[in-house]
């Protein structure tokens, strides 16, 4: 079966750097997303890897290892308005994207 | 600017019913997705399209229906709904090229009674 992991929770300090882990196991690989979602609100797109290596956007970086299976999604210098769930998503062979249950961040000042 | 609305934000009905749920958006995406979000879980596709007239099935469709009549709007019907139906569905549209790159309507929170 398809299966997408990531910790449930997290907790990190603001100004702090922390790093969300997701592992994947997929039928076919055509790309990895990561996505925000704050409490009660929609998804919103952060950032995805196709190839291996890291993909950086101002304080958020994401990397990918395809051989591996895995994935994680880089903060830096944290700020309260960080906290949030972040999704991993896995688009598959047949392009249709495999959700973890995502990581929810709670930033302390 | 364009945008993506769900509308109802939030619904109540009883078991047996049936319930649409709207999608609009304005962004002339092909693509426009139905989810369901649970707790403990991952969204869940249930109902996909590339194209007007274009309909397919995701993971958790049994039980709901959808159809694509123009490119702006993908209404979901749940045909005789049920408490496993409670739910969070969320709408999404991409770009023919981009379909991994998504964005969300606001959601409707689903409850059955």
């Known amino acids: 079966g398809q299966n997408i992991d990531q910790p449930t929770e997290m907790t990190a300090t603001e100004g702090a750097i922390v790093q969300i882990n997701c592992t994947y196991q997929t039928s076919g690989f055509n790309g990895l997303f990561w996505y925000q979602q704050h409490a009660g609100e929609a998804p919103t797109f952060l950032s995805y890897?196709?190839l291996d290596g890291l993909e950086e956007k101002g304080r958020f970086s994401s990397f990918l290892s395809r051989s591996k299976g895995y994935s994680y999604l880089l903060l830096k210098e944290l700020q309260m308005k960080d906290s949030a769930s972040y999704l991993c998503?896995?688009?598959?062979?047949?392009?249709?994207?495999?959700w973890g249950a995502g990581t929810k961040l709670i930033i302390k000042p | 600017d364009a945008e993506i609305t769900q509308s109802p934000r939030h619904k109540i009905t009883e078991t047996g019913r049936q319930v649409t749920l709207a999608c609009h958006q304005t962004?002339?995406?092909?693509?426009m997705f139905w989810y369901r979000q649970d707790l403990g879980h991952g969204l869940r596709l249930i109902h996909y399209s590339y194209g007007v007239q274009d309909t397919n099935k995701g993971e958790v469709s049994d039980g709901y229906s959808v159809s694509r009549s123009n490119t702006e709007d993908l209404p979901l019907t749940l045909e005789s709904a049920a408490s496993s139906q409670t739910s969070v569905y969320f709408c999404?549209?991409?770009?023919?090229?981009?379909?991994?790159?998504?964005?969300f309507g606001a959601g409707t929170r689903l409850s059955v009674l």
């Open positions: 999404a549209s991409s770009a023919g090229t981009e379909v991994g790159i998504q964005y």
């Open positions: 890897n196709v």
């Open positions: 998503a896995v688009m598959d062979s047949n392009y249709q994207l495999i």
């Open positions: 962004w002339n995406h092909n693509n």
